[in-house]
T-cell receptor, first 110, second 113 residues
């Protein structure tokens, strides 16, 4: 069966460090993969999209990699700030629809 | 603001009530979605509309009834819900039905007593 795995446990890091979040998937051949940020009680906010033929995408302090051989995407936030504390969701475009992972809660400690 | 507005933000209803959730998007998008988010579960896609036509219904119980009168408005009509239906209900829109770059509303936190 198709599965998207994100580390559902919280990730705590010190302010200024690089946060790295992982999204693994099985039994998918996604056309693209997306990352969203979600704050408590709010809807997710789109951050980045990376396509199957792209290895890396950057936006300001954010970087996403996509390895279709390993079936994995890594999401990096450099020079992390307390304001980056949130839950980060990955979402895959599979057959006919987008499916979300459960998300990883990031806590940036001042 | 994301350009997608949902009302109400919070809703408490009994199992015999009928209520409706409303969503409006100001982005000129052609596709709109309803998602359900329960605690410690991933977002679950409920319905997809493309150009006002329902294109997907993910085996959602009939006590949830969507309506899309035009490409800017989406409703979710609720009746005889169960306590396990308590969740955050999110509306989203995208340029087309492919699901790229979804814009979400803030959601309606629903509690069924």
């Amino acid at each position: 069966s198709q599965k998207i795995e994100q580390n559902s446990e919280a990730l705590n890091i010190q302010e200024g460090k690089t946060a790295t979040l992982t999204c693994n998937y099985t039994n998918y051949s996604p056309a693209y993969l997306q990352w969203y940020r979600q704050d408590p009680g709010r809807g997710p906010v789109f951050l980045l999209l990376i396509r199957e033929n792209e290895k890396e995408k950057r936006k300001e302090r954010l970087k996403v990699t996509f390895d279709t051989t390993l079936k994995q995407s890594l999401f990096h936030i450099t020079a992390s700030q307390p304001a980056d504390s949130a839950t980060y969701l990955c979402a895959l475009r599979g057959y006919q629809k987008v499916t979300f992972g459960i998300g990883t809660k990031l806590q940036v400690i001042p | 603001e994301t350009g997608v507005t949902q009302t109400p933000r919070h809703l408490v209803m009994g199992m015999t009530n009928k209520k409706s959730l409303k969503c409006e998007q100001h982005l000129g998008h052609n596709a709109m979605y309803w998602y359900k988010q329960s605690a410690k579960k991933p977002l679950e896609l409920m319905f997809v509309y493309s150009l006002e036509e329902r294109v997907e219904n993910n085996s959602v119980p009939s006590r949830f009834s969507p309506e899309c009168p035009n490409s800017s408005h989406l409703f979710l009509h609720l009746h005889t819900l169960q306590p396990e239906d308590s969740a955050l209900y999110l509306c989203a829109s995208s340029q087309d039905r492919g699901g790229e770059k979804l814009f979400f509303g803030s959601g309606t936190q629903l509690s069924v007593l």
